[in-house]
């Protein structure tokens, strides 16, 4: 059964720093694309960053390009997400997705001072 | 960027009785190669979202033949025949044609 379990959400200041982490399980980690999306409260769905299976290749939307930043360690199973300048729109429930058919069950990340 | 834009359902609507969601796109999502790089989810009340359709009209492993994805190159129907109480949630479409991806802005579905 895949699995995919996010942590490192929580209650951060606007302009600090946030790491979230993604373990999976159930498949074959480096045979695939990993990405981030996020909802914000009440809110629609937002794709955040994707990373190719050897991590040689990343991809971001303008609205985080330049503050987060999409990594992978193949052997240990991590999807990464360091998110750098919060600001208070960045604030929503972040989700680890492998290829958009298998969903983490989400992270919330609340940038408030 | 590729603006995906939903239509509402005349909400509720009567289980047992069908149910389509319109999606348009900005451009067109047909590749060369023939495939239609559109995904539909499902995101129940509470719960993550769960892919049901991808390539525009290939149901996702699992998911009830009541789920179907049709259209052509910029506008796509998800249809949902005899509704049932499990199918509540807000329907989202995605183009993965090209970066950035994009989603529609949803569409809920209530049941009476």
């Known amino acids: 059964e895949v699995q995919l379990v996010e942590t490192g959400g929580g209650l951060v200041q606007p302009g600090r720093s946030l790491k979230l982490s993604c373990v999976a399980s159930?498949?074959?980690?480096?045979?695939?694309?990993m990405s981030w999306t996020r909802q914000a409260p009440g809110k629609g769905l937002e794709w955040v960053a994707s990373?190719?299976?050897?991590?040689?290749?990343?991809y971001y939307p303008d609205s985080v390009k330049g503050r987060f930043t999409i990594s992978r360690d193949n052997a240990q199973n991590t999807l990464y997400l360091q998110m750098n300048s919060l600001r208070s729109e960045d604030t929503a429930t972040y989700y680890c997705?492998?290829?958009?058919?298998?969903w983490g069950q989400g992270v919330m990340v609340t940038v408030s001072s | 960027d590729i603006v995906m834009t939903q239509g509402a359902l005349p909400n509720p609507v009567p289980s047992g009785e069908s149910a389509s969601i319109t999606c348009q796109s900005s451009?067109?999502?047909?590749?060369?190669?023939?495939?239609?790089?559109l995904n539909w989810y499902l995101q129940r009340p509470g719960q993550s979202p769960q892919l049901l359709i991808y390539?525009?009209?290939t149901r996702a492993s699992g998911v009830s033949d009541r789920f179907s994805g049709s259209g052509s190159g910029t506008d796509f129907t998800l249809k949902i025949s005899s509704v049932e109480a499990e199918d509540v949630g807000v329907y989202y479409c995605?183009?993965?044609?090209?970066?950035?991806?994009?989603f529609g802005s949803g569409t809920k579905l209530e049941i009476k």
């Open positions: 451009k067109s999502l047909l590749h060369s190669n023939g495939k239609t790089y």
């Open positions: 995605q183009q993965f044609l090209e970066y950035p991806l994009t």
């Open positions: 990373i190719t299976n050897s991590g040689g290749s990343t």
């Open positions: 159930g498949f074959t980690f480096n045979n695939y694309w």
């Open positions: 997705t492998r290829g958009g058919s298998e």
């Open positions: 390539w525009m009209s």
